[in-house]
């Protein structure tokens, strides 16, 4: 059965910091490369982090710097700290693979909010 569960979102100040986790299936997770997800509000879901089976990541250049994302492959779970928070950062933020479909099951995420 294929299941996503994100956590750890929340409201933050501008500056601030939250991590991210992602509870995934094996059947999803397992020797795939992974990717944290967002979409603000009006916004079409962008690919923000990726991480491969082994280790490799990648970034968008709006989070460079800012976003790391990891993997935990014995607990099928994959991670993303955020710091320095910004405004535009406001988001549901999901997990899945890196390359996915329009046939592909998500979770239902976690909200992240910047304000102050």
């Known amino acids: 059965q294929v299941q996503l569960v994100e956590s750890g979102g929340g409201l933050v100040q501008p500056g601030g910091s939250l991590r991210l986790s992602c509870a995934a299936s094996?059947?999803?997770?397992?020797?795939?490369?992974m990717g944290w997800y967002r979409q603000a509000p009006g916004k079409q879901r962008e690919l923000v982090a990726q991480i491969t089976s082994g280790g490799s990541t990648s970034y968008v250049e709006s989070v460079k710097g800012r976003f790391t994302i990891s993997r935990d492959n014995a607990k099928n779970t994959v991670y993303l700290q955020i710091n320095s928070l910004k405004p535009e950062d406001t988001a549901v933020y999901y997990c899945?693979?890196?390359?996915?479909?329009?046939?592909?099951?998500w979770g239902q995420g976690t909200q992240v909010t910047v304000s102050s």
């Open positions: 094996r059947s999803i997770f397992s020797g795939y490369a």
């Open positions: 899945n693979r890196a390359v996915v479909s329009r046939f592909s099951s």
